[in-house]
T-cell receptor, first 112, second 116 residues
């Protein structure tokens, strides 16, 4: 069975500081991976997707970047956090383009 | 562009009864997929059920079922025999077949409270 792990569970960061969030999926080779963001009380918005190692496409520009250094790893980062980056970040995976997406447990980020 | 609209902000029901949630979608594409997800109090997003646009039969999984009305661009979620643990926020989502990035477009969610 596939398992998806996100780290850290939660972060409190200062405006202007760097950020790195991680996502690892086990039990499936070459998954499609996605990053989503959810403002408190809001809906989910897709940020990035990746179909293979080294390939990442941006869906929405929020002064964030993403990378896929390994088949099972997806990283979300920024060099300078903004207050608007606060929220809930979710990693998701699917078997291929046409399949259902399944979500990880998420990382809560508070930027002060 | 795709759009998903959930007009019910919150619903309160008694345990063991049936709850129905509405969702209306907009797309120019003839082939698409519709999903319902549940977000628990911990924030976990759980996939519940999906409906492929080319399928006429309403999908059913456990005590979740869909009311797919294609001419009305509507995909309602029905939960029968509700339990306390069904209390959550329910999101409707859509993806068109040729969407870049396999993008899911979500509605704003409907909060369901199941009372004992």
């Amino acid at each position: 069975a596939q398992t998806i792990h996100q780290w850290p569970v939660a972060e409190i960061k200062a405006v202007g500081s760097p950020l790195s969030l991680g996502c690892t999926i086990k039990g499936k080779s070459s998954p499609n991976l996605y990053w989503y963001w959810q403002a408190t009380g809001g809906t989910l918005q897709q940020l990035f997707y990746s179909i293979t190692v080294g390939q990442v496409e941006s869906v929405v520009q929020l002064n964030l970047s993403a990378s896929r250094p390994k088949d099972d790893q997806f990283i979300l980062s920024t060099e300078k956090l903004l207050l608007s980056h606060s929220g809930f970040y979710l990693c998701a995976w699917s078997l291929d383009r046409g399949d259902t997406q399944y979500f990880g447990p998420g990382t809560r980020l508070l930027v002060l | 562009a795709q759009k998903v609209t959930q007009t019910q902000t919150s619903i309160s029901v008694m345990e063991k009864t049936t709850v129905t949630m509405d969702c209306v979608y907009e797309t120019q594409d003839s082939s698409y997929f519709l999903f319902w997800y549940k977000q628990t109090a911990s924030g976990e997003i759980v996939f519940l059920i999906r409906q492929d646009s080319y399928k006429k039969e309403n999908a059913t999984v456990g005590h979740y079922s869909l009311n797919f009305q294609k001419p009305k661009s509507s995909i309602g979620l029905i939960i029968t025999a509700t339990q306390i643990e069904d209390s959550a926020v329910y999101f409707c989502a859509m993806r068109v077949t040729n969407s870049a990035g396999n993008k899911l477009t979500f509605g704003i969610g409907t909060r369901v409270l199941v009372r004992p």
